[in-house]
């Protein structure tokens, strides 16, 4: 049987999503609670293998048993387990034909402090602070969204295929600025490296009109700044 859970969590508290040997990892602790819980070695699959310090307000994993489960119990135990910084939000069964990775949407959102530096957001929003203007940033997602190869905007290596169609759209508010990233999938770092060269850009280090090159180039080199992961929200996952 096939159990699917619905999970939030704090990511500068873990080094990243996946479990990586000897780091305490989101995963691990799912995996490791689970274990214990039903008294059997259990592995689950997640939908998004977010980096270190990346948060997820929704965030999904199955895991299979041949026994029947009561989720309520299963949920509670978990939440009594697990450390404070990690939150089940709900378990269900699924069918065993569910496929985790078999999405047809996913949503990022990207949070930057343009306004004055604050030391206790520093671990939830890039402490950027400084202005980022508006024709700027209209002018970056336009170019930025829609169908491109991102074989510039990731260390991924081995992918058959680097296109990916993206929407990118922001609001502002309280001088922080919240760029919202949606798409079938993502490539390891390419909305921080997107975000970076967003901020490079700002910065005077890179010009609007390099956008079309780097991604003509094809070539990670092109780019400099990788945006720190503390700003990055996993929000929002649809299945098909």
């Given amino acids: ?86 939150y089940i939000k709900k378990i269900t069964k699924v069918s065993d034909e569910f496929n985790i990775r078999n999405v047809s949407k996913k949503e990022y959102i990207y949070k930057i402090n343009m306004g004055e530096y604050n030391p206790i957001e520093v671990e939830y929003t890039l402490q950027y ?12 997602v336009t170019k930025v969204s829609g169908i491109h190869n991102f074989r510039s905007f990731t260390s991924d290596k081995n992918k058959i295929n680097y296109e990916r169609d993206v929407i990118i759209d922001y609001k502002i508010s309280n001088k922080i600025l919240y760029l919202r990233f949606e798409s079938t999938g993502f490539l390891r770092y390419m909305i921080r490296n997107i975000v970076g060269l967003l901020l490079d850009i700002n910065n005077g280090k890179k010009s609007i009109n390099d956008i079309d090159k780097i991604f003509e180039s094809k070539n990670r080199t ?5 945006a720190s992961g503390c700003g990055l929200y996993l929000t929002k996952i649809e299945f098909k």
């Fill in 1 to 86: 049987m096939k159990y699917l859970i619905n999970l939030s969590y704090n990511g500068s508290k873990y080094y990243g999503y996946q479990i990586q040997k000897n780091k305490t990892t989101v995963e691990g602790q799912i995996e490791k609670v689970l274990s214990k819980i039903l008294n059997m070695n259990i592995n689950t699959l997640g939908t998004s293998r977010t980096d270190k310090c990346v948060h997820a307000y929704n965030q999904y994993c199955v895991f299979e048993v041949d026994k029947s489960i009561n989720t309520k119990s299963l949920l509670y135990s978990m939440n009594s387990m697990l450390d404070d910084y990690i």
């Fill in 129 to 140: 602070c400084k202005k980022i203007d508006k024709k700027l940033l209209d002018c970056f």
């Fill in 222 to 226: 092109s780019l400099g700044l990788c």
